[in-house]
């Protein structure tokens, strides 16, 4: 099995021996030899949420990434792909958006998860028609949260069904008690006119996403009758935030082979192929150096050499006297490709 430490020293040879691209060079030349083995085409998707990216809006799944699903679907023939997904999640609506192309141009689609695959990254990988990923990758659960302001200014992360649920606990006290109602009224304060039922709706969006992409690709074929109650099944388990307690808690292989609600997803272990195996970890090792090495902070691009590449700017600001720093800008240009 290929090592981390196997991939420094081939990209720092490679460096040595005058190739000042070998992170992006390295990094294509084992795209090409997983094409190789596995005979399908491939699209990397990836984003530096674990390194310079983390916390910011930019590593997610958003609706900007559509130019880089369009730029890596180009050229690649109709029949079936690969798509190694490296991702946090982001937006339920822009997963959907990027499944519809997808799913226009490809008749089969199976997602190689290597490392991480969180939240609508996980609903992303349920639209395929199968699944890739070792015992040591994980996917997430599916539901939904929201960006609640503070008085102070700060920011902080709810999950849909937490929101509903202090809600109703509230309503249930007040109504039992209302002299309480004036301990209540500064988390109701939170609350816009509509967040509640917004919690609702994003909750059942994503889960009849699942549902839905579940039913026409992954189970289709399976009976209809039997196809909507797997799915269900599978969406129901994986988007129950009172189930995992944390949205960022990892649903693993183990998982998918031991629950019952999850059997049905059709998973394999890359472990059962040691070629393939080594060749995907290798290639993920390569997309984290193209990372750290770089301002690189997510990668579109396709075994054709096709590519976009979204950087992070830095830019220098006015600070305190005596002090100086540099921050990310929210929305970093792409830049294309050289083709390999």
């Known amino acids: 099995m290929i090592s981390w430490n196997d991939v420094r020293v081939e990209i720092e040879t490679a460096i040595k021996n005058g190739d000042q691209a070998a ?19 491939m699209i990397i998707y990836a984003a530096d949420f674990l390194g310079k990216g ?33 991702s946090p999640g982001g937006s339920a609506e822009a997963a959907e958006s990027i499944v519809k192309m997808l799913r226009s141009h490809f008749k089969s689609i199976r997602f190689i998860v290597p490392d991480i695959a969180k939240s609508a990254a996980t609903m992303l990988a349920l ?12 996917l997430g659960p599916i539901d939904p949260q929201f960006q609640i302001p503070r008085g102070d200014g700060s920011v ?55 549902k839905e992409w579940l039913s026409a690709y992954m189970f289709a074929d399976r009976k209809r009758t039997e196809r909507a109650r797997l799915a269900s099944a599978v969406a129901r388990y994986l988007g129950d935030h009172n189930k995992f307690k944390s949205h960022a808690k990892g649903v693993r292989l183990e998982d998918f082979r031991t629950i019952n609600a999850l059997k049905p997803v059709k998973i394999s272990d890359l472990a059962e192929d040691a070629e393939l195996h080594s060749l995907v970890r290798g290639l993920h090792y390569a997309i984290g150096f193209a990372f750290s090495g770089s301002t690189t902070l997510k990668i579109f691009e396709n075994s054709e050499g096709r590519a976009m590449i979204r950087h992070m700017r830095m830019v220098q600001v006015q600070a305190p006297p005596g002090m100086q720093q540099l921050i990310a800008l929210e929305r970093p240009p792409a830049e294309p490709a050289i083709p390999a």
């Open 127 to 138: 639209s395929g028609d199968a699944i890739l990923m070792d015992a040591c990758a994980e």
């Open 54 to 86: 983390r916390g910011t809006p930019d590593v997610g799944i958003d609706f900007a990434d559509k130019d880089g699903f369009r730029e890596a679907v180009t050229g690649l023939p109709a029949e079936a792909v690969d798509v190694l997904l490296h």
């Open 156 to 210: 902080v992360m709810a999950p849909g069904q937490a929101i509903i649920d202090q809600f109703d606990t509230m309503e249930k006290k007040i109504k039992a008690d209302p002299r309480s109602l004036p301990v209540h009224i500064p988390i109701l304060q939170i609350y816009a006119p509509s967040l509640y039922q917004q919690a609702k709706n994003a909750i059942a969006l994503s889960k009849n996403l699942v």
């Open 23 to 41: 992170l992006d060079t390295i990094r294509r030349a084992k795209m090409k030899a997983l094409v190789t083995r596995t005979g399908r085409p």
